[in-house]
């Protein structure tokens, strides 16, 4: 028998289902998973309620944020809340998800269900933002780079406000409403150190992430 907290399915999905504006609290981990094997375990949600769930080992197909790299396979195990929900299983081999991640102790097996769409967080959204990065011609940008559409005057007033540390190498992506300044490396190079991300909430723009990987967890 094993035994995993219970889960609220409504929260793996809350990157999906919520109000413009509102803080994010970022992630362990945001990646793109495929099932490479699934089996059949009881698990007890409650100390006196088992259910049906498995355990699973995924294979990483890309990372959105967070240390992993693609080809990492991690072991996780789920409670089969409601078939094809976001966030509950059961997941059949073959099956593709977008992963969040809360720690790297915490590896219930969650997520929105990949068919033809594309991924739906923030944090990927910015990560696939399509085309080369260009170099910033605006001198407040301090020779940051730039991908995704946005205006030159747009990203140096954001870069301003992201107010990160000086001598970084810094990208600013652009994409449906939101800018991402992220600078520096972690994790090897997998990942950036530092983000901002800032959302357009009518004719303002809203910062809803500060986000330092080197920190500890709670202070991020």
Known sequence: MLTVPMIDASQACSMIRRQPGTPYDAPYALVEVRVVEAHDVDVYVRPTRAMPGQTATVEIVRSFHGPYRAGQRLAATTANYSAGMCGGGPFPVGTRLEWWISSPDDLKLSGPLYDDDPPKSVFA?????????????????????????????????????????EGEECEIVAVKGFVQVACGQAFEGNDARYKVIFERVEKNWIEVLRYDALSPPGDR
Do not use: S
């Open 125 to 165: 959204q910015l990560a696939l933002v399509e085309g080369a990065r260009q170099p910033a011609r605006n001198k407040r940008l301090h020779g940051a780079w730039l991908r995704g559409t946005i205006d030159e005057a747009l990203a140096a007033e954001l870069f301003n406000r992201a107010k990160v540390p």
